[in-house]
T-cell receptor, first 112, second 114 residues
């Protein structure tokens, strides 16, 4: 059974700092990995999608990497801003099924 | 529409009543997913549709839960004889095709069973 773990569960940083969020998964047979952001009381906003054949994807200040063989992904946020405060969720699309399996998220707080 | 739309946004119901939650996916998206997010828990997969068929309904927690999709578009999640443990946010997502495409989520329906 695929399990996705995100570390740390919560992170508080001062504005301007660069930071890394970690995601690990137990079964490397995945189609893709997706990072989402969730604001309190809201749905999920897709940030980056990495296909299983890719190593990284970039969007603005965000960079996500994927090491499928070791079952790990990182989300790098450069020059963090208070508006980046949210819960960040990692999800893998399982090989052999169509569903996304989610981690429990990292709650990020960026202090002005 | 511009995004995935879910209704109602909030629903309070009495224990034992039936509820219907609606999801309007992005136009043209053939894949549709239902997830549940309980307080302090991660997102729990419920059911996946490809077109009108549901090849994976393995996450439905009991036979009180059912879902259908008509015309390859709108989906309805029905919970019969609601229990307090059904209280959660129910999220719907859609994607253009299987597997290698981005999933887009709606804002969710917050269900409270009293």
């Amino acid at each position: 059974k695929q399990e996705v773990t995100q570390i740390p569960a919560a992170l508080s940083v001062p504005e301007g700092e660069n930071l890394v969020l970690n995601c690990s998964f137990t079964d490397s047979a995945i189609y893709n990995l997706q990072w989402f952001r969730q604001d309190p009381g809201k749905g999920l906003t897709s940030l980056l999608l990495i296909q299983s054949s890719q190593r990284e994807q970039t969007s603005g200040r965000l960079n996500a990497s994927l090491d499928k063989s070791s079952g790990r992904s990182t989300l790098y946020i450069a020059a963090s801003q208070p508006g980046d405060s949210a819960t960040y969720l990692c999800a893998v699309c399982e090989g052999g099924s169509e569903k996304l399996v989610f981690g429990k998220g990292t709650k990020l707080t960026v202090n002005p | 529409g511009a995004g995935v739309s879910q209704s109602p946004s909030n629903k309070v119901t009495e224990k034992g009543k039936d509820v219907e939650l609606r999801c309007d996916p992005i136009s043209g998206h053939t894949a549709l997913y239902w997830y549940r997010q309980s307080l302090g828990q991660g997102l729990e997969f419920l059911i996946y549709f490809q077109g009108n068929s549901a090849p994976d309904k393995s996450g439905l927690p009991s036979d009180r839960f059912s879902a259908e999709r008509t015309g390859g578009s709108v989906s309805t999640l029905t919970i019969q004889r609601t229990q307090q443990e059904d209280s959660a946010v129910y999220l719907c997502a859609s994607s253009l095709a299987r597997r290698n495409t981005e999933a887009f989520f709606g804002q969710g329906t917050r269900l409270t069973v009293v």
